[in-house]
């Protein structure tokens, strides 16, 4: 018996429904904010995430899966969908077509890290990326989006929390302020720490070793150092999220887990399933297309995990809409019966109608059994008697009643129900 790899999971037919209605709900919202959808690689040149996620990020450090291919090129398993967005938006010359280019993705995505409750080495985001707007309603509109999208599954607790990370300029003032904090504590923190002390301090508020954790505890805060465009960007952003009555705590702790970022970062949390509790992460990022070796656009997005989606759904008890209208089944008692149950079944689906039939070979009681397993609205059983009269009883099986109906009017009668 050979086992699935560890940190991935299986939707089994019977789930499948709940995985649908988050995707369904997704392309939903997606529709009304007017973003297209677009699919990259599951795989990329290596290179893109080292430039695009970032070289001092754990993402690229620890948890990404890379190989060699057969002809010798370093290849890498999406860890996320921005970069390979953000190639596709500058590869394609979509920076040539109108802006906004508003975008969305369903995608996989796979990081090697430790398994546990919401944490898998393949996993799912739903993800949209605005490119080509500078303008603070523009953040507004994505956390709207996020918000919207977070309403309509039934995921009503979640708390929003935002921080604003600056730009290149208020950066190096308070890289330069975080290196005199961290600097007399440097050999107690870990490796990378110190690694990123020398690349990219921020990074250090983000170190999930307790020692590290405990030394960044009075850090200074990158709101105190934001310049005069990122502060006053920020406050709009906040403006526009209290015209729009969506609740947000500002959390200055906030960095996020990939180096891309710029001004608005945000984060919906949820506290009912535990460590894991991110559902949906985003922000800008200004400068990632252009270090990516496209022309300099701004741009931000977020993107939501679904298997972290559904355990919030499921442990709020929100409602997954009825799976799918159950089937009329088309029983026979014998060969005769057989062929024209195929041709009754085969006639409904062709009209969108899910019908089924015995594919077993079964006793007319265990095809009755299994309709009831199924839970079939109606059942139809089809011998002698029926070909020779062209009708059939259709037992409604909610409350036994049955009717006969002409071959020809199942359809009609199935749709009027009467
Ligand atoms: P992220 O915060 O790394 O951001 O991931 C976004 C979401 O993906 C998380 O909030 C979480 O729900 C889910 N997720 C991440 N890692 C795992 C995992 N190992 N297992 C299960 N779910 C996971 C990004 O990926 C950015 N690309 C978001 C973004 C889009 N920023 C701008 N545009």
Request: charge should be neutral; charged fraction near 25%; hydrophobic fraction near 35%.
């Amino acid at each position: 018996m050979i086992n699935i790899p560890k940190g991935t999971k299986d939707v089994l037919p019977e789930e499948s429904y709940k995985w649908q209605f988050v995707e369904d709900t997704a392309r939903s919202v997606a529709e009304v904010f007017n973003y297209k959808e677009i699919r990259t690689p599951v795989f990329e040149h290596t290179e893109l995430f080292l430039r695009g996620v970032g070289e001092t990020t754990d993402v690229v450090n620890k948890e990404m899966y890379t190989f060699e291919d057969k002809g010798g090129r370093s290849i890498t398993l999406k860890p996320e969908g921005t970069a390979g967005a953000a190639r596709l938006f500058i590869e394609n010359g979509l920076g040539a077509t109108p802006m906004p280019v508003k975008t969305f993705y369903l995608t996989p995505a796979f990081r090697y890290e430790r398994p546990q409750k919401g944490r898998l080495r393949e996993f799912h985001q739903f993800g949209i990326e605005v490119f080509g707007s500078p303008a603070p309603e523009t953040d507004a509109e994505v956390i709207f989006a996020a918000s919207s999208f977070l309403n309509k599954l039934g995921i009503k607790n979640t708390k929003l929390e935002i921080n604003s990370i600056g730009c290149k300029t208020c950066r190096k003032e308070y890289h330069a302020a975080l290196k005199n904090y961290f600097a007399p504590n440097l050999e107690n923190m870990c490796a990378t720490c110190r690694d990123r002390f020398e690349k990219n301090p921020l990074r250090i508020l983000d170190c999930k070793e307790e020692r590290c954790k405990a030394i960044s505890l009075n850090a200074p805060q990158i709101l105190d150092y934001l310049c005069e465009e990122c502060s006053s960007h920020f406050k709009k952003v906040r403006s526009y999220l209290d015209a729009q009555n969506i609740k947000y705590s500002v959390n200055s702790r906030i960095v996020r887990g990939l180096d891309y970022y710029t001004k608005t970062v945000f984060e919906f949390v949820s506290e009912d399933i535990g460590a894991q509790g991110t559902v949906c992460g985003g922000g800008r990022y200004d400068n990632l297309l252009e270090e990516l070796g496209g022309q300099s656009v701004p741009a931000i997005g977020f993107a939501a995990g679904i298997e972290r989606l559904l355990l919030v759904m499921e442990s709020v008890g929100a409602a997954f809409p009825e799976n799918k209208k159950p089937p009329i089944y088309v029983a026979a008692i014998d060969e005769n019966g057989r062929k024209k149950a195929l041709e009754t079944v085969m006639a409904l689906r062709e009209k969108g109608i899910n019908a089924e039939t015995d594919l077993m070979g079964r006793s007319v009681k265990a095809q009755m059994k299994y309709a009831d397993k199924l839970g079939a609205e109606y059942v139809a059983v089809i011998g002698e008697n029926e070909l020779l009269s062209g009708s059939v009883n259709l037992k409604k099986m909610a409350d036994g009643t049955s009717v006969s109906v002409k071959f020809d009017d199942i359809y009609t009668y199935l749709i009027k129900g009467d």
